[in-house]
């Protein structure tokens, strides 16, 4: 069973900062993988999606690079600034004839200005 | 403005009152699908729909029912809530099996 794993949990940085988040995921047969910004109380909102045979995204300030084999995702966000503080998820989608997600429990980023 | 609108978005009610969660989108999409969120669990999926009248379970479908008699709408019905579905419930749709996902607002359910 697919299992989606983002270490660390909670992550401070101060502003400007250049920081990676991860995502590692158990089974590599994966349609694709989207990562999400959640503010608080509020819905997800779509940062990337990267298509099993790519490799990376980029929009922005943002990267997204997938590594099937070795089953991880990273985001990379580049000059951090304090309007970046959310919780960023990860989500896997098993290959196709489903519509099934799984998602990871997520990194609560905190930019300190 | 393309969006996906829940309602309510806040509810209490009491154990075994049957209730429903709308969900709406105006995107004209395909696929949808209803989430819960729970503190360190994070997003675990409870149905979803590939199309009108086709719908499948998620992980967690266990106390939920869902139909999809139009394309826009993708009601959560829970028959009998009890306590352990306090949740903060998503839906979610997107245009194929392929497109990111566009999610509604919440709706934090309460069963007292």
């Known amino acids: 069973k697919q299992e989606v794993t983002q270490i660390p949990a909670a992550l401070s940085v101060p502003e400007g900062e250049n920081l990676v988040l991860n995502c590692s995921f158990t089974d590599s047969a994966i349609y694709n993988l989207q990562w999400f910004r959640q503010d608080p109380g509020k819905g997800l909102t779509s940062l990337l999606l990267i298509q099993s045979s790519q490799r990376e995204q980029t929009s922005g300030r943002l990267n997204a690079s997938l590594d099937k084999s070795s089953g991880r995702s990273t985001l990379y966000i580049a000059a951090s600034q304090p309007g970046d503080s959310a919780t960023y998820l990860c989500?896997?989608?098993?290959?196709?004839?489903?519509?099934?997600?799984?998602f990871g429990t997520g990194t609560r980023l905190k930019v300190l200005a | 403005e393309a969006q996906v609108t829940q309602n309510p978005r806040y509810l209490i009610t009491v154990t075994g009152k049957k209730l429903t969660v709308t969900c709406s989108q105006n995107m004209n999409h395909e696929y949808m699908s209803w989430y819960r969120q729970d503190p360190g669990l994070g997003l675990r999926q409870i149905y979803y729909?590939?199309?009108?009248?086709?719908?499948d379970k998620g992980d967690v479908p266990e106390g939920y029912k869902v139909s999809r008699k139009e394309k826009r709408n993708f009601p959560l019905i829970l028959e009998s809530p009890s306590p352990n579905q306090t949740s903060l419930y998503f839906c979610?749709?997107?245009?194929?099996?392929?497109?990111?996902?566009?999610f509604g607002p919440g709706t934090r359910l309460t069963v007292l």
């Open positions: 729909s590939m199309n009108v009248e086709v719908t």
């Open positions: 989500a896997v989608k098993s290959p196709s004839g489903t519509y099934k997600y799984i």
């Open positions: 979610a749709s997107s245009l194929t099996n392929l497109d990111t996902q566009y």
